[in-house]
C-alpha cells in the first residue's frame, strides 16, 4: 500500500536529540516507512511558542541543513521541493509549523522557498506576527503583516496550512486566499471537543477551497478521555466522509510530535488502520484516497497550475 502523511515532527525531534530520521527509535524513520510500496512524508520544522526572531529562523535552518544531510545519506527517499516534477516512491516534502520563523520579514518567504518549503503552519497554539493560535485568549485574525503574507506564500506556491489556528484567524485565511489551503494534521470537534479540531464548517471552507484535511493520532484528538480505538478514529474519518470529503480527507500522523493512543505505535500502525477500515467493509479505492491518492492529487495539481 501507499502511504502520504501531511504531518510529522520527526525531523524537530532528530534536531533535539542529534538522533537520525533516517534509523531511529522513533515513531518514524525513513527505514520505517521503506516497509511500504510508497510513502511521502510532509516533515515539519516545529517552532516552539518560545522561539521567536532569529531564534526561530536559527531552528529552522539547523533542521533544514539537517535534513538535507540525512537525505544524501540514504538513496532511497529523494525530498521534492516540486512535487509534480520531483515525486518519488518515496518522498519527502519540507514544512514549517510556525510563522514565528519569518519574524515579520516578508523577504523571507523568498528564503523558505529557496529552502524548498512547502507548507507554512501560520501559527503555532500561541501568537505571532502573522496572528493568532487555537491557545490565546481572545484571539484575533490576521495582522497587518498577515494580511500582505497570504498572496506572498501563494505566489510563492507555499500552501497555507491552518492547523493550531484559531477560529478568527481561520475565517481571516478563508477570505483572503486565492488558492486552496489545508489543515495537515486536524480532527473533527464534532466527535471530540479539542479546540483544536475542526467544526464542520471549518471542513467544509477547506473542501471549498480544494483544500485537504489530515486525520491526526494525538489521542487528545480522537476522544475527549484520551482512551482510543481504531473505531475512535473511524469516527472521525465517518463524520468527514458526510460532510463530502472524499476527496479531502488525508492522514497528519503527528508523529514524534504528540501522544500517540495504545492502538497506534508508529509508521508500522498506518498498515494496521487500513487493514482494519478493509474489515469494516471499506471500498479499497476510497481507502486508497485517504492515505495517498487525494493528497497526492492535490499537491500535484497546486503545482501543475502554478506552472501553467
Ligand atoms: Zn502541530
Known sequence: MKVFDLHCDTLFKANETGKSVVRNDFEFSMEKAESYESYTQVMAIWIPDEYRKERAFHLAEACYRRLN????????????DNYAEEKSNYTVILSVEGGAVLSGDIEKV???KAMGVRFLTLTWNG???????????????????G????PELERNNIIIDISHASEPLFYDVAEHTTKPFVATHSNSRRYCQHKRNLTDDQFRIICQSGGIVGLNFHKYFITDSGKVTFLDLQKHL????????????SLGSDFDGAEMP???????????FYNYLLSENYNESLLKKIFYDNADHFLTKYDEESME
Not at 501568537?127 to 503583516?145: A, H, M, V, Y
Open 69 to 80: 544531510r540525512e537525505v544524501d545519506r540514504q538513496n532511497v527517499f529523494l525530498k521534492a
Open 262 to 272: 495504545e492502538c497506534i505505535r508508529g509508521v508500522q500502525s498506518i498498515g494496521e
Open 238 to 249: 465517518e463524520h468527514f466522509l458526510s460532510l463530502g470529503g472524499e476527496n479531502h480527507i
Open 110 to 112: 523568498k528564503v523558505l
Open 147 to 150: 494580511r500582505v503574507l497570504v
Open 127 to 145: 501568537s505571532n506576527e502573522i496572528g493568532d493560535g487555537i491557545l490565546c485568549d481572545s484571539p484575533k485574525g490576521l495582522t497587518p503583516f
